[in-house]
């Protein structure tokens, strides 16, 4: 269980509950922020739909978002900066409308140059919303989780290396916060992705050096306090194995937070 693991390890469980105070107090500064952004996307939706009707309509709504994500044109990227706000209507949009991993990945995929930064991020966050999505049913397993664990493998397989560049500190701090955000949801996705992330990241690269360093009061939650909760998804994993596997291979991860000691 998760109290025996601690129990073995009283150092790892005084860093957990540090984490936690720390946490707990920047998470009340990125309410105001979560509540905007949810705003904005509301808005956005809207204007989406407006845009529909203008248009002439659709008869299946359901069907748009998948549609534009493989357009092949500007629309797409715009189909992801829709996706990726986070609004709940788009999410069901894409799932009911039998949305897949080819379906969010194929800008990248199909691209003929290499793909920018900012590029990349935008279809991480899409990445992250719909795996998180996932994540929080109320039922586990089913088609929506299928999906989403496809996004996790085809991800960690093919653009791993972009996954490691954007978290590098010349990297801007949205592209490094798009990364960790969407690793997080893939930890919370379950035992299985978890695993995956574990086992898949490149963790032996320098850039998950900066990332305890950049903190930022302007910019919350900052690249830190993401970085944070990314490493506590594994410690709350469901499975045993996952939480020792990360503590035994990966604690020097958890340590870079605490200036000292490591």
Known sequence: SHFNTFACNPSTAVV??????????????????????????????????????????????????????????????????????GEEVVTEEFYSAGGRAQHVLHVLDSSQQKNKANDVASVFLSVEVLVLRAAQQSSPGGLMAEVAMGLVK??????????????????????????????????ALGTEAAREVLSQLNWESDNWETLPKRSSRQDLPDVRTCYIHFLLAFLFDSSPQVVREFLEHRKTRLASIFPGLQ
């Open 16 to 85: 957990v509950v540090v984490v936690v105070v720390v946490v707990a107090e920047e998470e009340e500064e990125g309410e105001e922020e979560a509540e905007e952004k949810a705003t904005a996307a509301k808005r956005a939706k809207k204007a989406e739909i407006k845009l529909a009707e203008a248009e002439g309509g659709v008869e299946k709504p359901g069907a748009v978002i998948v549609d534009r994500l493989v357009s092949g044109t500007e629309d797409a990227w715009r189909a992801h900066r829709l996706l990726g706000s």
């Open 154 to 187: 085809r991800v960690l397989a093919d653009y791993g290396k972009e996954v490691t560049l954007l978290l590098s500190g010349t990297n801007t701090a949205h592209q490094a916060k798009a990364v960790i955000r969407m690793l997080t949801a893939m930890v």
